[in-house]
């Protein structure tokens, strides 16, 4: 378990609730190790985005380490997150 708050914008929420179950946990699973694990790379021309790879998907965040918040700005398919 991570040690900082995990904050979903409503994008995220969105297209969580459009999910399967099984779909819903297994994205879970990876948002609750965020920011320590998981295939995260930093978004080029964004100071403060990263996004994390779970299978076909792409959770957009960000992250404050001084208040150890990590929100999660948008979930969608790997070709339409970054519209």
Do not use: C, W
Not at 57 to 83: A, H, M
């Amino acid at each position: 378990m991570s040690d900082y708050r995990i904050v979903f914008e409503k994008a995220a929420v969105k297209f969580l609730k459009k999910q399967d179950k099984s779909q819903q946990e297994r994205l879970l699973r990876a948002i609750n190790k965020l920011p320590h694990e998981g295939d995260i790379k930093h978004l080029s021309g964004h100071d403060n985005l990263y996004r994390l790879r779970v299978g076909g998907y792409r959770i957009l965040f960000s992250k404050d380490t001084y208040v150890k918040i990590v929100n999660v700005e948008n979930i969608d398919n790997r070709g339409q997150v970054y519209k």
